[in-house]
């Protein structure tokens, strides 16, 4: 079955600090989504990135589907980018599963 | 436009008892999926409708069932509630069942 894992678990930052959150997926995966939950639990979609490289503002993605990994690229963080950032792949038309997360604090 | 809503927003339940969650998804999405969250975790699929059919289902006991309208809109029923039934529940839906997933807010259920 399709295989997602995410690093690091847990992510400390200063305001306006970079990072780089990982997600490793298995050979059955050929759709990937970035998510970030907020302190609400609201689910927000930032990317859909099957392959290639996709930016939005100050967070980019990029996905190399032959080394199956993606990396969520988050520059000059603010302290709402905290919450919980999760990865998950989709096989065809099979269920989207979920990665167990990294968890950001960014602290002003 | 409307993303996916979802209600209530939040729920109370005694053990033992029923609960319906509700779903309305995207415009123009037909697939809602089901996913439960408990505290701590990543979302587990429970299951995915399409044309008004269950097409996927996760490992979730038969007491979760469910339901899709003509509208495309869905329901969740869990009947016989447990205290492990707390959580929060989200609703998501896409253009098909390959497409981007959007995610609604969640409906947060509390089984006392």
């Known amino acids: 079955g399709i295989q997602v894992e995410q690093s690091p678990p847990d992510l400390i930052l200063q305001e306006g600090a970079n990072s780089t959150l990982r997600c490793n997926f298995s050979?059955?995966?050929?759709?990937l989504q970035w998510f970030h939950q907020n302190p609400w639990g609201q689910l927000i979609n930032l990317f859909y990135?099957?392959?290639g490289t996709k930016q939005n503002g100050r967070l980019s993605a990029t996905t190399v589907a032959t080394e199956r990994y993606s990396l969520l690229y988050i520059s000059s963080s603010q302290t709402t980018d905290s919450g919980v950032y999760f990865c998950?792949?989709?096989?065809?038309?099979?269920?989207?599963?979920f990665g167990k997360g990294t968890k950001l604090t960014v602290n002003p | 436009d409307a993303g996916v809503t979802q209600s209530p927003t939040h729920l109370i339940k005694t053990r033992g008892q029923q609960v319906t969650l509700r779903c309305s998804p995207k415009s123009g999405h037909d697939t809602v999926s089901w996913y439960q969250q408990a505290l701590g975790q990543g979302p587990q699929f429970i299951f995915q409708?399409?044309?008004?059919?269950?097409?996927q289902r996760g490992n979730f006991p038969d007491r979760f069932s469910g339901h899709q309208f003509p509208n495309y809109s869905s329901e969740l029923n869990v009947n016989a509630l447990l205290l492990g039934d707390s959580a929060l529940y989200l609703c998501?839906?896409?253009?098909?069942?390959?497409?981007?997933?959007?995610f609604g807010s969640g409906t947060r259920l509390t089984v006392v």
């Open positions: 990135i099957p392959s």
């Open positions: 409708y399409y044309e008004e059919e269950e097409r």
């Open positions: 050979d059955s995966v050929n759709n």
């Open positions: 998501a839906s896409s253009l098909n069942p390959a497409g981007g997933y959007t």
């Open positions: 998950a792949g989709q096989g065809g038309s099979e269920k989207l599963v």
